[in-house]
């Protein structure tokens, strides 16, 4: 009764506390995700073909620069040599490192990423030597106090003038504006937050993050794609198809969310409009 409220349906489907759920199934009754216009899966930047996570102002640990203090555009940390540094905060991105996620909860940086990168039309271009020098000679000095860790990376074409890059420029326009959904791929359940600050994560096979984007074109709003994903019965399907870890933990990675079922609505019907924007 409380779902004939909300519309006209072709059918109902009722569960028992027992009944088990088929993912087979219910791809068929639904779209997949994949084809809900064409939206991309942000794998996450700056990890190399060796998969090492390439520089973008880590210590020897392999973590992020947590700034110690932020004043007057500066940045200052200690880096893993246990020395003071001091870099411009208007080369650094807002990033996350090493923590959970919670559903419908906001994003809080816990680390700051060195983004070397400026945006010249559609693509992300590397500031120069002679940028660096003029724009940010602090980030410059700290480069150069690492330069000979950051020459021994296998990178093509590597010269004076870009040694200081990423190992790859994977989906470095992904961070640059918009809006996304961004998840923990290994998590004990769907943890799907909006992020409309373009914050910084790693990715790629089993995360620790990934992201989502939509395309122009989908009329859909990512708030309701974000509500579909977390919902329990979406999240069964990725749970039956994991892979899993210690401590119930299993993987929210790209191949298991890519085709996850996701109704289209139908926005010629006031009906289906309603309950899209209620959502």
């Not at 990725?238 to 890519?258: C, E, L, N, P, T």
Request: hydrophobic share 35%.
């Amino acid at each position: 009764r409380a779902a004939v409220r909300y519309g006209k349906f072709d059918y109902f489907i009722w569960f028992n506390d027992d009944a088990e759920l088929y993912p087979e199934a219910l791809l068929n009754l639904f779209k997949p995700l994949s084809v809900l216009g064409k939206r991309t899966i942000i794998v996450g930047a700056f990890r190399s073909s060796e998969g090492v996570v390439s520089y973008g102002g880590r210590n020897c640990k392999m973590e992020f620069i947590e700034p110690k203090e932020e004043k007057e555009g500066i940045i200052k940390f200690i880096d893993c040599n246990g020395r003071k540094q001091e870099i411009e905060a208007a080369i650094t991105k807002p990033c996350i490192y090493d923590m959970q996620l919670e559903k419908y909860a906001k994003i809080e940086e816990n680390r700051r990423i060195i983004f070397p990168y400026y945006q010249k039309g559609k693509k992300q271009v590397l500031y120069s030597i002679d940028e660096m020098k003029q724009l940010f000679p602090k980030t410059l000095k700290y480069f150069e106090s690492f330069k000979e860790e950051l020459c021994k990376r296998s990178i093509n074409n590597m010269s004076e003038n870009n040694w200081y890059q990423f190992g790859r420029s994977q989906s470095l326009k992904r961070f640059v504006k918009g809006e996304h959904l961004v998840w923990s791929v290994l998590a004990t359940q769907g943890n799907y937050v909006y992020d409309n600050r373009t914050i910084c994560f790693t990715g790629g096979g089993n995360g620790p993050f990934y992201g989502l984007e939509k395309k122009e074109d989908t009329k859909e709003s990512l708030f309701y794609i974000q509500a579909v994903l977390n919902y329990w019965m979406i999240e069964m399907v990725v749970k039956s198809k994991a892979s899993k870890f210690r401590g119930d933990y299993y993987s929210h990675g790209k191949q298991f969310v890519a085709q996850l079922p996701i109704y289209r609505i139908n926005f010629d019907d006031s009906n289906e409009v309603k309950i899209h924007d209620t959502i």
